[in-house]
């Protein structure tokens, strides 16, 4: 008998400290032995239900009414032991999960979670200017600075500046989350918002909306100048992200060589083509980036280089990149459409004709035809090519390679164009 009661006693306190309201306190009792062969069905009752019984028959014998005074205390053994508090019924009974709730015969309907919990200091703030902030998981309110300090929070770490009570912003959703990269992030509803708060567009990244349906791979992107970073790319594009590229995965073992690779149509850097790969793009993908401190004339000659179509502003930066197998780009301003090309130098550039290698830097006497080309009739009267206007040197932050697809589509482009008259001539 002695055994039965001492473990019956062990169940009552552990009862009440998983459901997290046991504490010091004089309970009453009434325990004669005479409800030790009731099934065990534990309560808690009395004063914020402080006094745990294992079964009805004992709570009622210490003198509580089962209905008015005790809430169903069951044992959480089939339940995990996620703490995520509740209220629930009339009686607001306090339980440490929805799922120990349901086996006392609650639905997550009669339910509420409790009030947060906001530690406050013990330092006088009184007549300390007004500065809201937010802090904590419990999202604690304070109107000053020295409020949340004396509170025990980092301003930096746990706390978000909130926004100006006299700000005037629009009501639309457009959330953003704000912060540096690997610190503290805030969310505020849009942008406008967020400014009040103290941040600038350059500090802010889109958030992915509600919603959005997109897979778990952890497949993180860097996305735009600040970075925003994103779990996957359909994140990304959720939010509206732009200019993205995959981050390389945590544990990939590349060695430290620093010889800078930008690759894919975002022009994404790497340091070396082995965490180029890890991080998804072949060597085929990828071009040499031009070092930072190479120093070449600010000219824009470009010149398409090996299999990849590597586009670079000059010679002298396709040389600083190890790239070979370069031509320049045909420049056929002031030069006739007709189609007979040529091959030039020594890695065989084609241009449409003898003009266009001319204009384009090479002698057309050293330049031979190109055998792959059949015989094309004499024509007169030949279109000029159309006038171009050169774009500005684009380089890349990460090594200064210019983006060139633009420029090669122009070259095809061009070379369709010259191809199209021949053709309408030779019907006519």
Known sequence: ?????????????????????????????????????????????GTDYNCAYKNRCLAEAAGFDV????????MPSSCGMISSPLLC????????????????GYDSSQCTAPPPTCPVGDKD????????????????????????????????ADCCQDTRSNTACTADIASVSCGPPGGKQCSYSNQCLADSAGYNSNQCCNA??????????????????????????????AAGATDCCAQVPEGVACTADSTPVTCGSEQCGYSNQCLADAAGYSSDQCCNAVPNDVACAAVYEPVTCGPSSCVYS???????????ECCRQPVTEGC??????????????????????????????????????????????????????PPGISTQADGGTPSGSNSLFVTIGLLVSSAAAVLGMMMM
């Not at 209905?67 to 069951?74: F, R």
């Not at 007004?130 to 600075?145: D, E, H, L």
């Not at 031979?368 to 007169?380: A, G, K, M, R, S």
């Open 208 to 237: 992915v909306p509600d919603g959005i349906f997109c897979t778990a791979d952890f497949k993180p992107v860097e996305c735009g100048s600040i970075p925003c970073v994103y779990s996957n790319q359909c994140q990304a594009d």
């Open 314 to 324: 000059s010679q002298c930066e396709a040389e600083a990149a190890g790239a070979t």
């Open 125 to 156: 703030c009184e007549g300390e200017p007004s500065n809201p902030y937010t802090c904590g998981q419990n999202k604690c309110a304070y109107k000053t600075v020295c409020d949340a300090q004396s509170a025990g929070f980092d301003l930096g």
């Open 1 to 45: 008998k002695n055994i039965m009661t001492l473990l019956s006693r062990a169940t009552i306190i552990l009862t009440a400290t998983i459901i997290g309201i046991a504490r010091a306190q004089t309970c009453p009792s009434n325990d004669n032995g005479q409800c030790d062969f009731e099934p065990t069905n534990p309560y808690s009752c």
């Open 89 to 104: 019924g009339s009686k607001q009974c306090p339980y440490a999960n929805e799922c120990i709730a349901s086996l006392a």
């Open 336 to 389: 006739t459409m007709n189609y007979a090309p040529i091959l030039c130098g020594k890695d065989s550039c084609s241009y449409e004709n003898e003009c266009v290698a001319e204009k384009s830097g090479f002698d057309p006497d050293s330049c031979v035809p190109d055998p792959n080309t059949p015989p094309q009739p004499e024509t007169t009267g030949l279109t000029l090519f159309p006038t171009a206007t």
């Open 67 to 74: 209905e008015a005074d005790c809430c169903q205390a069951p």
